[in-house]
């Protein structure tokens, strides 16, 4: 893998990033997907729009509150401009929520139409990690050990030793759980089954992660991220319930027999 490729432009080098560039793809993904899913869908050109226009905010607020809670999450000088994925996903998610509920758009029709494609978008996100060599995985032995490029983070911390590559994992784990939720469920259980299976996944491989996961309230048992993961299953629970709760509740309503004229 390489972070960064290289382009003369006459006189001029240009340096451009890999992880840049697939975060870019990965937004696309996202804006384009929605758009394809939601005509497939009928929901109305007006509100395909306004949902476009939530994912733009979505994206600048889960940014913004990203690089703001990152630093809290490590002991020592703080530097600003870390960016840490749940964190983001998270601010995300409420932003585009308050924009949806905004222009008085239903929220969990929405979340549940969105939730593929964050799974992709962020799949795209993790392949620029590993382009990067950030977020990686602890030392390894076995075959599926990968040699990071000498100029990554992962090199410098191991010296060069064959490292798991939690962000192929992760990546392609999201891949798959993208075409799951848009292939084997229904639209009203797409953001429900999202967090479950994402925070189950996610829980599992920090287990493996090698880089310095930070700690949150000083709590070291479980890095930040997995504790964020078991909010993201507690809340997916919950919606489950909710959803198996009213889907019940209907079946049980009485019929009502019309008046039968005497």
Request: aromatic share 16%.
């Amino acid at each position: 893998m390489w972070p960064s490729f290289y382009i003369e432009v006459g006189e001029q080098t240009i340096r451009l990033s890999f992880y840049m560039i697939l975060i870019a793809g990965g937004i696309c993904h996202l804006i384009i997907g929605t758009d394809s899913c939601a005509r497939k869908e009928n929901f109305p050109i007006e509100g395909i729009g306004k949902c476009i226009y939530a994912i733009f905010f979505a994206i600048l607020g889960g940014g913004l509150l990203s690089w703001s809670i990152t630093p809290l999450l490590y002991p020592g000088p703080r530097t600003w401009g870390s960016i840490s994925a749940m964190p983001g996903i998270i601010g995300s998610l409420l932003v585009f929520s308050a924009v949806i509920r905004f222009y008085r758009l239903d929220v969990w029709k929405h979340l549940n139409l969105i939730a593929p494609f964050i799974c992709f978008a962020h799949g795209w996100g993790r392949l620029g990690c590993f382009s990067a060599g950030c977020c990686h995985g602890q030392q390894t032995l076995s075959f599926l050990g990968v040699h990071f490029h000498p100029e990554s983070l992962a090199y410098a911390k191991f010296d060069g030793a064959p490292l798991h590559a939690t962000q192929l994992y992760e990546a392609g784990f999201l891949f798959i759980l993208g075409w799951i939720l848009i292939h084997k469920f229904p639209l009203a259980l797409r953001f429900t089954h999202y967090l479950i299976a994402y925070g189950t996944g996610r829980f599992l491989v920090e287990f493996i992660r090698g880089d310095d996961r930070g700690a949150l309230f000083n709590f070291t048992l479980f890095s930040p991220s997995q504790i964020l993961s078991l909010g993201y299953i507690g809340f997916g629970l919950f919606l489950y319930y909710r959803f198996k709760n009213s889907q019940t509740e209907k079946i049980e309503e009485p019929a009502i027999t019309p008046h039968q004229p005497g």
